[in-house]
């Protein structure tokens, strides 16, 4: 198929967001032909493709047409496999959008008894679907996650076992793991002394695991849409990618690099701030004084050897208030309420750690009519897209603070070093997670007091907000199933 042919095929099958007839980059053309034509545009022919584009670019799109138009020409079976369920769902809501697009794949798409077309159309929420190719002969999607949904004490990917499709494709292939890949790839092993078997592995390189592996195989025929490939076919602009060099994960997402070796261990997460950014951090010469709006942090210990400990942080720098052990949470308040006095602290920019035996310190202020900010880092964050939860994104405001220069002042100096064992890595969802305490605690690293303090000051004031619009939100799904409207699966991705 000729790539003027692939063009003008997509604009008379399928539609883009604004109804109006897709219209296919020439990467993209790149990647769907790989699909439907299951090898290589090269002389190598490879049965094995590996595609990183960058965010936004529409691969998932792009891949759900190219899987949809071979399902209903061909009779094969085609596994969707992604890190997540909501992931493996992005593209069968794809699929299931352009299935309805045209008389083509309609005409041949096979409606399940006691179904009907107006709600699949609608919900989009299947994992699987067949179609009729002639001849009594059937194609077939569907979709699998790489998540157990079975006890913690199974492996992770048992959910793939006993499945087997001659195509695999492997959606956000950095997030799932090597030892799911393996139970995935599994899948096509009994096809391949016909030669029929087909994999391809799609995402952004988050980890260092099999995805890298399948990049450096030279089995694998490669596609690489960077930001700068991207741009010259229109998906982004320049001014955009400047705004998003702030952002997390730029070098992954845009980029489209792996990280280095010595940035990510062998679980996967990666150094938050490093020793020489800290250091640099704490060269501090002469007095220096605070800027600005300033903000108190507090975590509340939780027993054994932790610390309950107090930040105060301006504009321009932080210093290590104090550090305790008492347990009395009502002279814990007390102190935060000298604190606030002493240092002209508003109430509103007081931010303690609530979960747990936090909320005994909040209330008794509170009592006295200060205001203070209740804080449970582990609700949704404000970019929720973003970041898996509240602290994840102020720990990420907080080495953007540090990297334009904020500084670190006082007494426990040392203190500041628990910031170089604070460490993150992608959720499943491709959104930035910190590691949590117990995790470190299992790897032998002490309660981050003084780090959890400090962070805790880059909540963002409307954070208590999101609560509130969780709440809304899930009431609103409650009345939409009371009415039996059933639930619209989101369409996105990275």
Same mark, same amino acid.
């Given at each position: ?28 053309? =790149? ?41 209903? *020409? ?26 309805? =697009? ?99 592995? &799609? ?19 490669? &596609? ?16 955009? &990618? ?27 997460? *990666?150094?938050?701030?490093? =020793? ?97 900010? +209740? ?37 426990? *100096? ?78 996105? +991705?990275?």
């Amino acid at each position: 198929m000729e790539t003027a042919t692939t063009l003008e095929l997509v604009k008379q099958l399928y539609r883009d967001d604004y109804g109006n007839p897709f219209q296919l980059t020439p990467a993209q053309v =790149e990647i769907f032909d790989c699909i439907f034509y299951k090898q290589a545009p090269d002389e190598s022919k490879s049965r094995r493709i590996h595609i990183e584009t960058h965010t936004q670019f529409g691969k998932s799109d792009t891949v759900s047409m190219a899987v949809l138009t071979r399902a209903c *020409t061909y009779p094969e079976k085609w596994a969707i496999v992604a890190p997540s369920q909501p992931k493996a769902k992005i593209i069968m809501g794809y699929v299931i959008k352009h299935l309805f =697009e045209n008389e083509y794949t309609l005409s041949r798409f096979k409606i399940a008894d006691g179904e009907n077309t107006e709600r699949v159309r609608r919900e989009r929420s299947k994992s699987r679907l067949t179609f009729n190719v002639g001849n009594n002969q059937i194609g077939e999607i569907f979709i699998l996650s790489a998540e157990s949904r079975l006890k913690r004490t199974e492996d992770v990917g048992n959910a793939l076992m006993g499945f087997g499709a001659p195509n695999l494709v492997e959606d956000e292939a950095a997030l799932i793991s090597d030892e799911s890949d393996a139970k995935a790839m599994r899948m096509v092993g009994g096809f391949t002394p016909f030669e029929t078997d087909f994999v391809v592995k &799609i995402g952004n390189p988050f980890t260092r695991g099999h995805f890298l592996d399948s990049f450096e195989d030279p089995a694998y025929h490669k &596609i690489v849409v960077d930001w700068k490939r991207g741009s010259k076919e229109g998906r982004l602009t320049k001014e955009f &990618i400047e705004e998003m060099r702030k952002k997390p994960y730029f070098r992954i997402l845009y980029e489209c690099k792996f990280p280095l070796a010595d940035d990510i261990d062998s679980r996967g997460w *990666t150094q938050l701030i490093s =020793e020489d950014e800290v250091e640099l951090a704490m060269d501090v010469a002469g007095d220096i004084k605070h800027i600005g709006e300033k903000r108190i942090g507090q975590d509340v210990a939780r027993g054994g050897a932790n610390f309950t400990a107090w930040v105060l942080r301006s504009m321009n720098f932080a210093e290590v208030l104090a550090k305790s052990k008492q347990t009395n949470l009502t002279e814990q308040a007390a102190q935060t309420g000298y604190f606030m006095t002493e240092n002209k602290v508003k109430p509103v920019n007081t931010f303690i750690d609530e979960v747990g035996v936090g909320g005994g310190v909040v209330d008794p202020l509170k009592k006295q009519r200060k205001e203070v900010r +209740g804080v449970n880092v582990g609700q949704r964050a404000v970019e929720y897209s973003r970041f898996a939860n509240a602290r994840a994104e102020a720990y990420w405001r907080l080495r953007e603070w540090i990297k334009r220069g904020g500084k670190l002042c006082g007494c426990h *100096t040392e203190d500041w070093y628990q910031l170089t064992k604070i460490k993150y890595k992608p959720d499943s969802k491709g959104r930035l997670r910190i590691m949590s305490k117990d995790d470190m605690r299992a790897q032998g690293i002490d309660s981050p007091d003084v780090a959890d303090a400090l962070m805790l000051t880059f909540v963002r004031s409307e954070h208590s907000e999101t609560e509130r619009y969780s709440l809304m939100r899930k009431e609103k799904r409650e009345r939409r199933k009371n009415r039996k409207q059933g639930l619209a699966v989101r369409m996105g +991705g990275y």
